[in-house]
């Protein structure tokens, strides 16, 4: 059992506060999708349209090409899970898990026995008959998973469910999430601020920022190639540079003219900036003439077991960062020494600066 | 204890628990103790006290069983007669109209509380608190007195109600066993916010998002209600009910403004035999038999309904 989700126009007025701005979006049936923004973007205020808590101001929702418009939420196919996860605490597991088949007037012994099956699904047998309240963060996790199966929703709505969790914990419930929405074929909207969980388990990405869609794409290409200057800062670590294109594949700032790449959109005109990863630079003593250089001075050297973080500063003060690959024949720099970080053109993206890159800063 | 000692020193703990004794011991437990030890003496002229007629025996208490009286009884159409002792039927009457007091103040109550909890817009929310406690600051007599003329033979909601053309023949809110309409009314708004401050209480401590959960999850709303919001206010909604039910039982001030001879409220039985007839002993026979009645029928209650004392004191 599963469907596509459709945002058509989507818009979210609270008075005159606009949280979520005109969003497009087609989700497939069986996908494991998620929003990722800054707190406060409009993530949950998305996620209350799909399940139906809140009308959107404009614009529709379509679950299967159903248009939920005037739906209530006990009558959706999809079924959330709550940021504090929301079990009922004065009822036993099992009566949590067969709460949903309970309102549907299933009988006592069917449901008991579904509750225990959907206990087995998620990991966390012989537990039915204890309270919530006496089980640990992450099998509280679990029974609000198999409370939310056991309505067999086609949309799995799960709202940063994670955050609680510690990071242990975290890693292992993302792998455990992801298999059982393979298992299960469900559609799952994830949403979370969290990038490292929005690229490790969904199809695909889509990058908000103040109720405004920046990127929709596969994991790779959110980080590989963002779409603008808030995506590249959101999504990963950078070093920026202030500067103005001189030719089609020039940049001008205040440590060099480096040659680049062009992102989406970017004119002559257009507001910009210059990044490049940690993990795209490298160091030469002696840089050849033509490649893209700067000369720095090492501040510190972090040694992080299987890579190395250097931070370093340009003649201008900017702080500067390179990840080295750990490789005791290409040791990082010392402390204190005069080096010359380079990086190639294709790693040097241009990106359009937007207000909300302005916003991403300011978080 | 030892932790007031290392507070205040030994001087003022000694003062504190001196002070705390003496209220305890002779401001509560001795008058009740006098009370109590008088309603099993029987009424007898100053001379004859501590003589030997002045005896222990349970006499002033099966009074209440005494003195049948005929009442009818209409009861689907049919009328019929009983004969109860009168002072037994006042009092079954008075549990019975406190309960449906208590009732009533739960149906009106917990609507109201959840509105006021989940529903509305809480910058809106001091004010309508304002709104529901100002009438309370009115003493308990005058709100009374309202009802009562509101209430009278003939008077303005009688008028009102003919003019809207609801009745024509004016009622007797206040007379007979339909007079006990009155009483009912006036206790349910003297004391109508004891009932729902509690339940308002508990219900602000219920997480919204169970709520939502519930009705994601396809209950419908009085599902939500039965499963999720009934149970987590029951605390508050059991203390409401005792605390109710407590006052409308041992309320005076009501029944005396707002019944009438056939509508007689057992605290004024009560008054009656200490005041008009002077007979103290009997008097305090009678409270000490509501007192223990009313416990005893609360604690059934509240284990009925398997909440415990620790939870509405919550
Ligand atoms: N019911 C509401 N009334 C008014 N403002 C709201 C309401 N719900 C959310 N908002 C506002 O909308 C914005 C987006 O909220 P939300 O969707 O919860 O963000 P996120 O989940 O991404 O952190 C926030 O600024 C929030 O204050
Ligand atoms: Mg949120």
Known sequence: MTASVELRGVTMDFGTYRAVDNVDVKIEPGEFFSFLGPSGCGKTTILRMVSGFIEPTKGDVLIGDQNMKGIGPNKRPTAMIFQNLALFPLMTVWENIAFGLEMRGVDK??????????????????????????????????????????????????DEPLSALDLKLRQHMRAELRAIQKRTNVTFIYITHDQGEALAMSDRVAV?????????????NI?????NGFVASFVGE????????????????DVGEFAVTLGQGVTAQSKTRLYVRPEHVTFTAKPKAGTNAIAAHVEDVSFEGNFASIHMRDKTGRRLTAELRNDPTNPPPAVGSATNVTFDAEKALVLLDSDATAYAEKE | MAALIRRYGTGLTGIIIALTTFWLIVLVILPYFDLFESSFRPYLPAADVGGPKDVYSLSNYITIFQNPAEFNIGLFGFTFPISVAIHMWVFVLTILFSVLTTLTSLVLCYPLAYYMAKVIDPKRLSTFLLLLVVPMWVSELLRAFAWFILLAFKGPLTIVLQNLGIITDPIHWTWGLGGFSGVIVTLVYVYILFMLFPIYNSMTSLDTNQLEAAQDLGAKSWQTHWRVVVPHCKPGIASGCVTVFMLAVGSLLVPTLLSSPSSRWFTEVIYSRMFDENDWNGGAA??????FVCTIFVSLTMRLFKVGLADIAK
């Open chain 1, 223 to 227: 980080y590989n190639t963002p779409a």
């Open chain 1, 208 to 220: 908000m920022s103040r109720g405004e869609i920046q990127q929709i794409d596969v994991p790779q």
């Open chain 2, 286 to 291: 009678y409270a000490f038999i509501l007192l």
């Open chain 1, 238 to 253: 950078n070093n920026k540079f202030v500067g103005q294109l001189t030719s089609s594949k020039k940049y001008k700032t």
């Open chain 1, 109 to 158: 012994p069917t449901r008991r026995k579904r509750a225990e099956e959907l206990l087995e699904l998620v990991e966390l047998p012989g537990v039915a008959d204890r309270f919530a309240s006496q089980l640990s963060g992450g099998q509280r996790q679990r029974v609000a998973i198999a409370r939310a199966l056991a309505v067999e929703p086609k949309v799995m709505l799960l």
